[in-house]
């Protein structure tokens, strides 16, 4: 299975942005998607943005639609998510996955491996 590390989260005025990076080690091939999600206090777990492997194109959240871009380093086994025009909310952690199978990649019931999130907050 796959090992994901997440990093880049960090607190930001609203209207700034964020990277958040989702480095990939052991068993990095054969997957369908990877993506981002987000969880806040006393939320479900909702998809943000994934990427389907192999030029599948991208996905995103309603919300998030033209402030965020998801993108792969595919040399470093990296996932990346640019965070534009940041919006106040609750804080969320920030979640990398994978799924190995074919799936709708933006439901978190469809994906496989997870990393430990990296927190996100935006502040007024």
């Known amino acids: 299975q796959v090992q994901l590390t997440e990093s880049g989260g960090g607190s930001v005025q609203a209207g700034g942005s964020l990277r958040l990076s989702c480095a990939a080690s052991?068993?990095?091939?054969?997957?369908?998607?990877m993506g981002w999600f987000r969880q806040a206090p006393g939320k479900e777990r909702e998809g943000v943005a994934v990427l389907y492997i192999g030029g599948g194109g991208t996905s995103y959240a309603d919300s998030v639609k033209g402030r965020f871009t998801i993108s792969q380093d595919n040399a470093k086994n990296t996932l990346h998510l640019q965070m534009n025009s940041l919006k106040p909310e609750a804080p969320a952690i920030y979640y990398c996955?994978?799924?190995?199978?074919?799936?709708?990649?933006?439901?978190?019931?469809?994906?496989?491996?997870w990393g430990q999130g990296t927190l996100v907050t935006v502040s007024s």
């Open positions: 996955a994978a799924a190995m199978y074919y799936s709708d990649c933006l439901d978190p019931e469809n994906l496989d491996a």
């Open positions: 052991g068993y990095t091939y054969g997957h369908y998607c």
